[in-house]
């Protein structure tokens, strides 16, 4: 597998060892590390190599669109696989960039996702910022996705990038997107609130201006809103505002599981994210009862105030 004049650190070159073994015995690959650690690039490097029809896709798109195609025909025996047939096409090898499961819906469809690239033998590569223990890690649905990530560790052989260079900060790109938002008391707010259309449903915002996008903790958390509804709204606005945000321990199970996966999926999608609170973060992601402790952590990263 080549470098392509790229220099290889040593988490990689252990990486790519694997891989080129893998690739031998067309043994499907899931690739997983910290953001910034070269996952996508020797995921390109094993593609590249592969014979055959092959097909590349962000996960993101893939499942919107999957998820489209499935709503179209709702009550047809067997939708979910002839949607997936009809993605893959003659695809031999499907590469999946992004992989996460944020929900347990998504856990659902992914874990019948995986069933029909097994039965089509379809050689998998992934690329994740989680390990396949650490999807959906919801502790109320975790162990519902179980068999998908037994799944997982069945098709694909799991590698690890423990690198500790993140090559987001060389060339001149000193901080992720995410890292540049913040915690602070006060903002200004547009004028007028706007309704998005999301997913053939409306959210409520509290206003928009160009890739920027302002919301009421209420509107987003309490209200029944979905990962996939976070997903596109990031598509489209880089930079959120979340106002009114409130002590986590004060709302319900399900504001508080909302209000997480808001933020991973803005990590994951690295858009900006400032926060609005009367509360230091300490407040707000704190509680005994919480399990709030990856949230917690990735916040960090933003708990500045102004």
């Known amino acids: 597998m080549s470098s392509s004049g790229y220099e290889l650190d040593d988490a990689q070159l252990t990486a790519v060892a694997r891989l080129e073994e893998l690739a031998g015995r067309r043994r499907g690959v899931y690739l997983h590390g910290p953001v910034g650690r070269g996952k996508s690039f020797l995921a390109d490097a094993l593609f590249d190599l592969l014979p055959g029809p092959k097909k590349r896709v962000h996960f993101h798109s893939f499942f919107q669109e999957l998820h489209r195609r499935i709503w179209e025909r709702p009550r047809e025996a ?3 696989a002839r949607a997936v047939r009809e993605l893959v096409g003659p695809a031999e090898v499907l590469a999946f960039d992004e992989l996460h499961v944020h929900d347990i819906g998504d856990a659902i469809l992914m874990t019948r996702l995986l069933e029909v690239l097994q039965e089509g033998d379809v050689m998998i590569i992934a690329t994740s910022n989680y390990p396949p223990d650490g999807l959906l890690p919801d502790p109320l649905h975790h162990d519902q996705f179980l068999p998908g990530i ?6 694909m052989d799991v590698v690890e990038l423990t690198g500790t260079t993140d090559y987001r900060h060389l060339h001149g790109t000193p901080r992720s997107r995410f890292e540049t938002g913040g915690i602070t008391r006060t903002t200004a707010l547009p004028e007028k609130p706007v309704t998005l259309d ?3 449903r409306t959210i409520t915002a509290l206003g928009t201006e160009n890739t920027k996008v302002w919301f009421d903790f209420g509107d987003l958390c309490e209200k029944p809103t979905s990962t996939q509804d976070y997903l596109v709204v ?10 009114g945000v409130p002590p986590l321990a004060t709302k319900d199970r399900e504001a508080q599981q909302r209000f997480a996966n808001v933020v991973d999926v803005l990590v994951d999608k690295d858009v900006r994210l400032t926060l ?8 707000i992601v704190g ?3 919480l399990d ?6 990735r916040l960090e990263l933003i708990n500045t105030t102004g």
Do not use: C, M, Q, Y
């Not at 037994?150 to 098709?155: F, R």
């Not at 990031?234 to 106002?243: E, K, L």
């Not at 709030?292 to 952590?297: F, G, I």
């Open 78 to 80: 067997g939708a979910v």
């Open 150 to 155: 037994a799944l997982v560790e069945k098709l």
């Open 198 to 200: 999301v997913n053939g």
């Open 234 to 243: 990031a598509d489209r606005f880089d930079d959120w505002v979340i106002t």
């Open 276 to 283: 609005v609170s009367d509360h230091p973060l300490a407040e």
């Open 287 to 289: 509680g005994e009862a």
């Open 292 to 297: 709030l402790a990856r949230t917690a952590s």
